[in-house]
C-alpha cells in the first residue's frame, strides 16, 4: 500500500515537472514534430521567449555533430578586427615609414660630414702653408720689429709650424719607400692571404687614428703650455719625435691598403674585388643585432663618414697608378669606372641597411641624424668664434676619427711620382692648380659655414655658442676633474645624446659679443695665465665678466 501511494506521488510530480517546462517552452514539440523551424524570428511578445538559450542549443547540436563543410566554411567566413590593437599596427606603420626615411636622411649627414673632411682635408694643402709662411716671417721680422710680449708666436701659430714640420719630415722619408716593389710583393700572395691583410689593415687603421690624434694633441699642448705652469711632461723633441714616427707609420698603412686594393683592381678575374666588398657587408652582422643607443649611433655614424671619405682618397690613389701605367690614356679610365662604380655603391648600400636596421631594432627616429648634423655645425660654428679651444680641422679629427696628415702625405708622394714637372709652364700649371685648391677650399668653407648656421639656428642652438661660461673655482691642488674639462665647448646636439648637460667655453653673452659674428678671428689675449681663482683649463681661459662689460 505504502508503495502503490509513493509511486502515484512520484508519477504526479513528474507530471507537475512536464507541465511547467512545456509551458515555459512551448514550441519544443513543434520543433520535434517538424511542424515549424526555429528561427530567429520568433515572435517577442511571448513573455517566455528566451533567444540567447536558443543559439546555446544550437551551438551545442553543431559541436556535437562537427563536419568538414562546417569547419572550411567557418575557416571561409570568420573574421578579425585589427583595429582592437590598433596602437600595436600603427608602431609597425611608423617603423616601416622611418626605415624609408632613413636612407634620405642619413645621406643628408653623410654629404655634410663628407664635405666637413673635404674642408679638413683640403686646408693642409692651401692655408697650412700660407699659415706657416707668416709665422716663419713673424719670427724672421722680429729683430727688426722688436720683441713684445711673452712669447714668439702665438699659440696657433705653434701648432701650424708643427704641422708643416712634420708633413716635410713625413715627406722626406716616404721618399725611401717604394711603391711599386710594395705592389709586386702584394701581387704574389693568395687571394685568402690578401683578404686577410685588408681585414688586419682596416683594424689597425682604426687603431692608428684613435691614438694618433691623442698623440697630436699631447704634442701641441706640450709645446704651446704656459712656462709659469709646473710642467709634467717628456718634453716637446720627445713628443715632436713621437708625432713624426706617428705620421710616418700610419701613411705606409694607408701605402699598403691603397696597394692592396689596386691590385684587386687589376686582377684577372676580380674575385679578390668582389670577396674584399662583401667584407662590408660582414659590417651589418657584427652591429646590426647589439644594442644601441643614441650616442654610440653618433660615433657610428662619424666613423662611417671618415671611412667613406678615406675610401674615395684610396680610390683615387689607385686611379692615379693605373692611369701613370696605361701613360694616362683615357680609355682605360672607363675600364676602371665599373670597379670604382661598385666600390662606391656597395659603401652606400652597407650604410644604408646598417643604419635602417639599427634605428628599427632600437627604436630610434630618423629625426636624429638631423640633431647628428647640427651637432656637427655646431663644431663648426664654436670653432670660428673668438677664444676658440681648437682648429677646425683638429675638432673634425677628434669627433670622426679623420686625421688629415697621414693621408695628405701619402697623396702627396703618389702625386709626385705619378706626375712629372718640368719646364716653366708645367711649373706655371701647378700654381694655377693650386689658385684652384684655394678657391675651392675658400667656397667651400663658405658654404659650410652658412649651411651651419642654418642648422644651428633650426636646433635652436644659438644661445649655446655665446653662454657665459662658468667661473667656480676648481678645487685647489687638484687637476680638474671631469666635469670641469666638459666645459669646452661641446655641442648640444651631443648634449642630447648623452642627456648631460655642457657648457660652451664662448665669450659672455654680452650685447657686443652678441652682435659679432661667428667669423671673427681670435685677438690677442692678455689673461693667458689666469689665476688659480679662475679656470684653469686652456680652452676655458677668458676674460672676467666684469672686464668684458666694461
Not at 25 to 54: C, M, N, Q
Not at 342 to 347: D, G
Not at 482 to 508: H, I, M, N, Y
Amino acid at each position: 500500500m505504502a508503495d502503490l501511494l509513493g509511486t502515484e506521488l512520484s508519477e504526479e510530480k513528474e507530471a507537475e515537472i512536464e507541465l511547467k517546462r512545456r509551458q515555459k517552452r512551448p514550441w519544443d514539440e513543434l520543433h520535434k514534430s517538424a511542424k515549424i523551424g526555429l528561427t530567429a524570428e520568433l515572435p517577442e511578445t511571448l513573455g517566455f521567449y528566451d533567444i540567447s538559450a536558443v543559439r546555446r542549443e544550437q551551438q551545442q547540436e553543431q559541436s556535437a555533430d562537427p563536419s568538414l563543410s562546417r569547419f572550411i566554411a567557418a575557416e571561409l567566413t570568420r573574421g578579425y578586427f585589427l583595429e582592437h590593437n590598433e596602437a600595436k599596427y600603427t608602431e609597425r606603420r611608423e617603423r616601416v615609414y622611418t626605415c624609408m626615411r632613413i636612407p634620405k636622411e642619413l645621406e643628408k649627414l653623410m654629404i655634410f660630414g663628407f664635405f666637413l673632411c673635404v674642408d679638413a682635408f683640403l686646408y693642409v694643402f692651401t692655408l697650412l702653408p700660407l699659415r706657416v709662411l707668416l709665422a716663419v716671417l713673424r719670427l724672421l721680422t722680429l729683430p727688426c720689429c722688436g720683441f713684445s710680449g711673452s712669447r714668439l708666436l702665438q699659440p696657433a701659430q705653434v701648432c701650424d709650424v708643427l704641422k708643416g714640420l712634420i708633413l716635410v719630415l713625413c715627406f722626406s722619408m716616404m721618399h725611401y719607400v717604394d711603391y711599386s716593389m710594395m705592389y709586386h710583393l702584394i701581387r704574389g700572395q693568395s687571394v685568402i692571404k690578401l683578404y686577410l691583410i685588408y681585414n688586419m689593415l682596416e683594424v689597425a687603421d682604426r687603431l692608428f687614428s684613435s691614438f694618433g690624434q691623442d698623440i697630436l694633441d699631447a704634442l701641441y699642448w706640450t709645446a704651446t703650455e704656459p712656462k709659469e705652469r709646473k710642467r709634467d711632461s717628456i718634453g716637446v723633441i720627445p713628443h715632436f719625435i713621437m708625432a713624426v714616427f706617428y705620421v710616418f707609420l700610419h701613411a705606409i698603412l694607408i701605402m699598403v691598403q691603397a696597394s692592396t686594393l689596386n691590385v684587386a683592381f687589376n686582377s684577372h678575374n676580380k674575385s679578390l674585388l668582389t670577396i674584399m666588398m662583401s667584407n662590408n657587408f660582414v659590417e651589418i652582422k657584427g652591429s646590426v643585432f647589439k644594442k644601441f643607443e643614441k650616442n654610440n649611433l653618433f660615433q657610428m655614424s662619424n666613423s662611417d663618414i671618415k671611412e667613406r671619405f678615406t675610401s674615395y682618397v684610396l680610390l683615387l690613389i689607385v686611379c692615379l697608378r693605373n692611369m701613370e701605367q696605361f701613360a694616362w690614356n683615357p680609355d682605360h679610365l672607363w675600364v676602371l669606372f665599373p670597379d670604382v662604380l661598385m666600390v662606391v655603391l656597395s659603401e652606400v648600400a652597407v650604410d644604408i641597411i646598417k643604419h635602417a636596421f639599427i634605428t628599427k631594432f632600437n627604436d630610434i627616429t630618423a629625426d636624429v641624424y638631423s640633431e647628428y648634423r647640427a651637432s656637427l655645425a655646431f663644431d663648426l660654428v664654436s670653432s670660428r668664434q673668438k677664444n676658440a679651444c681648437t682648429d677646425y680641422s683638429d675638432s673634425v679629427a677628434r669627433r670622426m676619427g679623420f686625421i688629415p696628415l697621414p693621408l695628405a702625405v701619402l697623396l702627396i708622394r703618389v702625386v709626385m711620382s705619378s706626375v712629372k714637372v718640368q719646364g716653366a709652364l708645367s711649373y706655371t700649371c701647378v700654381f694655377l692648380f693650386y689658385l684652384g685648391l684655394v678657391s675651392l677650399k675658400v667656397l667651400n668653407s663658405i658654404v659650410l659655414l652658412g649651411k651651419s648656421c642654418v642648422y644651428v639656428k633650426r636646433a635652436n642652438m644659438e644661445d649655446k655658442l655665446f653662454e657665459r661660461p662658468s667661473t667656480a673655482p676648481p678645487s685647489s691642488g687638484k687637476p680638474p676633474s671631469k666635469t670641469e674639462q666638459e666645459r669646452c665647448p661641446t655641442p648640444p646636439g651631443e648634449s642630447k645624446v648623452d642627456k648631460t648637460s655642457a657648457k660652451p667655453c664662448s665669450p659672455p653673452s654680452s650685447s657686443s659679443s652678441s652682435s659679432s659674428s661667428v667669423t671673427t678671428q681670435p685677438i690677442p689675449r692678455t689673461d693667458l695665465f689666469p689665476s688659480p681663482s679662475h679656470c684653469r683649463l686652456p680652452c676655458c681661459s677668458s676674460k672676467p665678466s666684469s672686464n668684458s662689460s666694461t
